[in-house]
């Protein structure tokens, strides 16, 4: 079973406004489902920045080693070297 909607009531600049009613007209989209994919994907977005703090923070506790940086040149050179330049 679909679970109900709720209402919510935001104010937003009035060029803000104007700017996604023109386009949404465009679309032929409500303005619902505009806010709501707006909405996804600022959540989206920062799901995906949480991410890569977690991967920036766990690299600055345990950056590469000397081992792993050889092994990612000599695959680069690898790589480019099947290149047709």
Request: hydrophobic share 40%.
């Amino acid at each position: 079973m679909a679970r109900p909607a709720t209402k919510v009531a935001v104010s937003i600049p009035s060029g803000l406004y104007q700017a996604v009613e023109r386009l949404r007209k465009a679309r032929r989209q409500s303005r619902s489902a505009v806010i709501q994919d707006a909405l996804r994907h600022w959540l989206d977005s920062q799901t995906q920045a949480a991410l890569a703090r977690e991967y920036q923070a766990g690299y600055r506790r345990k950056p590469e080693g000397r081992r792993e940086i050889r092994a990612a040149q000599a695959a680069a050179v690898r790589l480019l070297a099947s290149e047709d330049w």
